[in-house]
């Protein structure tokens, strides 16, 4: 058996990819384009795991992802790839539309092509699994209930808006050509190989490197937080047991404001490797310009997934966040390739062979 996963080689593709082959011997095809985000040495423990099948290719080509479909006949597909970063969607929002919606789009009509064409059996276990995020449902207020899956659709950004565009596309192949669908909306994740331009690793590194630490607007913007392990086990369960058509949120009931997740960062900082002049990370705090449109809170109901599919998550964050911290400070190869931009060397230089054509 075989599993298709998109945008493998990111931070949570790259995660998935790992922990699935940690407990299944099921073969995973790992179709990344290798964007700015993409890097292929997370995976470096996969170099001569014949389970692991890395396909340098774009969700978007009309051409190769059907090719690969019918040569390796997935039961499934797992779609990660897109792009995640909310200030780079404010900067350049022509990328999200391409690769989240129209790259989502042409996936769906690949997948729904092979999946027409598939013995009864293998068609009704087949399943497309969308991974989407809370940041579709839009802005709380303080005292508003958390996202229920039922919550309306209003995303703010154009991250947000490229990704509520796919869900809608998710939703309709289901609805008007019977694909079986699952898509799960989750929170922010963090954990191992997460980008360092987003809050929780970049202030690990600039932290260590003596950079100052931004915080958007007062630093109170309000966000659920789940360790990407958790994230990948609750992707697993749905997987297994999602019921098709329907959605899923995913998180770690966990809200913090952002300025106490820095804080807590840099208190773990100051313990496990404290600044030569004695004083606290916390001194590299610095106020800047709030993002534009920035949503002050986002909160996961995550009761129906703990209901119907028995998912909740191991980590706290006072665990998952050690955890974490941990990971960067023994990682520091890890970081320094990704701010050189050697990573992008790397795939030619040492997974160049068992990258497939
Ligand atoms: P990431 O930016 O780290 O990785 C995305 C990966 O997708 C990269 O490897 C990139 O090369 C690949 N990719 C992008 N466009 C592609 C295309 N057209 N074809 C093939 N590959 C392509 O992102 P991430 O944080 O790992 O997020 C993965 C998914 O989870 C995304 O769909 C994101 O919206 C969603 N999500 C992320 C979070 C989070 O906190 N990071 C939370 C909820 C949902
Ligand atoms: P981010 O990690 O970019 O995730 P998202 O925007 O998808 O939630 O940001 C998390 C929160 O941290 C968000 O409210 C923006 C804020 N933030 C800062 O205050 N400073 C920073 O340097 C970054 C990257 C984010």
């Not at 915080?215 to 659920?224: C, F, L, P, V």
């Not at 820095?262 to 800047?288: E, H, M, N, W």
Request: glycine share 8%; hydrophobic share 40%.
């Amino acid at each position: 058996m075989t599993i298709l996963v998109t945008g493998g080689a990111g931070f949570i593709g790259s995660n998935y990819v790992l922990d699935w082959l940690a407990q299944s011997d099921e073969t995973v095809v790992n179709l990344d384009k290798l964007s700015y985000a993409g890097n292929l040495q997370n995976l470096a423990s996969l170099k001569d795991d014949s389970r692991h099948v890395f396909i340098h290719g774009d969700i978007g080509d009309a051409k190769r992802v059907p090719e690969l479909l019918a040569k390796y006949q997935p039961r499934a597909v797992v779609n990660f790839a897109a792009e995640s970063h909310v200030d780079r969607s404010i900067h350049g929002p022509g990328e999200f539309v391409q690769n989240n919606i129209v790259g989502t789009y042409q996936l769906l009509e690949s997948v729904r092509a092979y999946w027409a064409a598939l013995p009864a059996s293998a068609k009704a276990a087949f399943r497309f699994l969308h991974i989407s995020t809370d940041e579709v449902y839009g802005s709380l207020d303080k005292n508003d209930p958390a996202f229920t899956e039922s919550h309306a659709y209003a995303p703010n950004s154009p991250y947000s808006a490229s990704k509520a565009a796919s869900d809608h596309l998710v939703r309709a192949w289901h609805h008007t050509y019977g694909l079986p669908v699952l898509t799960t909306n989750c929170s922010n994740n963090y954990g191992p190989y997460h980008f360092p331009e987003k809050l929780i690793p970049l202030v690990i590194v600039n932290a260590l490197a003596g950079k100052t630490l931004p915080m958007y607007g007062d630093g109170q913007q309000i966000r659920d937080w789940l360790y990407v392990k958790d994230h990948c086990s609750a992707i697993r369960r749905v997987l297994e047991a999602g019921k098709p058509g329907e959605t899923y949120n995913v998180g770690g009931w966990n809200e913090k404001a952002n300025l106490d997740i820095v804080r807590t960062i840099c208190g773990l900082l100051d313990g496990l490797r404290p600044r030569v002049d004695g004083k606290s990370y916390a001194d590299q705090i610095a106020f800047v310009i709030d993002r534009p449109g920035h949503d002050r809170r986002y909160a996961i109901d995550a009761r129906k997934i703990e209901r119907e599919l028995g998912w909740k998550p191991a980590e706290s964050f006072d665990t998952g966040i050690a955890k974490t911290v941990q990971w960067y400070l023994s990682n520091q190869d890890w970081v320094a390739n990704v701010q050189s931009g050697a990573y992008r060397d790397w795939v030619v230089a040492q997974y160049g062979a068992t990258v497939a054509a």
